[in-house]
Nanobody
Framework: QVQVVESGGRLVQAGDSLRLACAVS????????????MGWFRQAPGKEREFVAS????????YYRESVKGRFTISRDNAKNTVYLQMNSLKPEDTAVYYC?????????????????????WGPGTQVTVSS
């Protein structure tokens, strides 16, 4: 069974940087059998969950929300079974609970989606608070 856990969230000031980590257990990301798409999403109080960034298992396709382009970078360390979200120049509007999610594929087409409904395995989230 796949388990996903986020970490790294905390209180920071506007302009600071933060790196979130998303660790996976139950699957070996470095395996050629682990073709996946993963996404970062966030949910602010009183708002719906929204897409932040997504990538494929080999990094060939990566997408970002418009408001985070140039500030956030998604990266993978398959050997460590971990995916990261580097967040620079943080703004108060980035305050939210951040979630990572995976969908694992067999031999078929890997869909790197921007929609939460296209991911199966979710972590419990990590709180990021950016003070002004």
């Amino acid at each position: 069974q796949v388990q996903v856990v986020e970490s790294g969230g905390r209180l920071v000031q506007a302009g600071d940087s933060l790196r979130l980590a998303c660790a996976v257990s139950g699957r070996t990301l470095s395996s050629t059998l682990s073709r996946y798409a993963m996404g970062w999403f966030r949910q602010a109080p009183g708002k719906e969950r929204e897409f932040v960034a997504s990538t494929s298992w080999n990094g060939e396709r990566t997408y970002y929300r418009e408001s985070v382009k140039g500030r956030f970078t998604i990266s993978r360390d398959n050997a460590k079974n971990t995916v990261y979200l580097q967040m620079n120049s943080l703004k108060p509007e980035d305050t939210a609970v951040y979630y990572c999610a995976f969908r694992f594929y067999g031999q078929g087409l890997v869909v790197v989606s921007t929609h939460a409904r296209d991911y199966d395995d979710w972590g419990p989230g990590t709180q990021v608070t950016v003070s002004s």
